[in-house]
C-alpha cells in the first residue's frame, strides 16, 4: 500500500500503554503515521484536531466504551475506517461493532499485520 509522503493517519485507541506503544511503532514502521490515545476522552481530543484515515478501538476501556467512541469516529470523521479490537471476543459484540461501522473486528493478541 502505497501512503502519501507524511502516511497516512492511524489512530491508536487503548488503554493498554505497552500495547498501545507497540502497535503505535509497528504502524510508523510501514508508513502510517500514528496517532494515540489510552481511552475515550483522549480520543476525542486527536479527533477534534484530526481526520484520521484508519483506526483500531480497544472494546473495553475504563469509562466509556470503544462502541461508544466508534459511534462518534462515525459521527465526526465518516471516511475514517475502524478496526474493533477486544481481548473478550464474541458474537454478540462482533454484530455491535460491525452495526456501529467498524470494518472489522480483531480479537487480541492481535499484531499489526492482523489489524491491517
Same mark, same amino acid.
Given at each position: 500500500?502505497?501512503? @502519501? &509522503?507524511?502516511? /497516512?493517519?492511524?489512530l491508536? *485507541?487503548? @488503554? @493498554? /500503554?505497552?500495547? #498501545?506503544?507497540?502497535? %503505535?511503532?509497528?504502524?510508523?514502521?510501514?508508513? +502510517?503515521?500514528p496517532? *494515540?490515545?489510552?481511552?475515550?476522552d483522549?480520543?476525542? @481530543?486527536?479527533? %477534534?484536531? &484530526?481526520?484520521?484515515h +484508519?483506526?483500531? *478501538?480497544d472494546l473495553?476501556m475504563p469509562?466509556?466504551?470503544g462502541? &461508544?467512541?466508534?459511534?462518534e469516529?462515525? #459521527?465526526? $470523521?465518516?471516511? !475514517?475506517?475502524c *478496526?474493533?479490537?477486544?481481548? +473478550?471476543? $464474541?458474537? !454478540? !459484540?462482533?454484530v &455491535? %461493532?460491525? #452495526?456501529?461501522?467498524?470494518?472489522? +473486528?480483531?480479537?487480541?493478541p492481535a499484531d499489526? /499485520?492482523?489489524?491491517?
Amino acid at each position: 500500500m502505497l501512503h @502519501d &509522503e507524511i502516511g /497516512e493517519t492511524f489512530l491508536v *485507541v487503548d @488503554d @493498554d /500503554e505497552l500495547l #498501545r506503544g507497540r502497535l %503505535a511503532r509497528a504502524l510508523h514502521v510501514r508508513g +502510517y503515521r500514528p496517532l *494515540v490515545a489510552g481511552n475515550f476522552d483522549e480520543a476525542m @481530543d486527536v479527533l %477534534a484536531l &484530526e481526520q484520521p484515515h +484508519y483506526a483500531v *478501538v480497544d472494546l473495553n476501556m475504563p469509562g466509556r466504551s470503544g462502541l &461508544e467512541l466508534l459511534a462518534e469516529i462515525q #459521527r465526526k $470523521s465518516p471516511k !475514517t475506517r475502524c *478496526v474493533m479490537l477486544t481481548g +473478550y471476543g $464474541s458474537i !454478540t !459484540t462482533a454484530v &455491535e %461493532a460491525m #452495526r456501529a461501522g467498524a470494518w472489522n +473486528y480483531v480479537t487480541k493478541p492481535a499484531d499489526a /499485520e492482523q489489524i491491517l
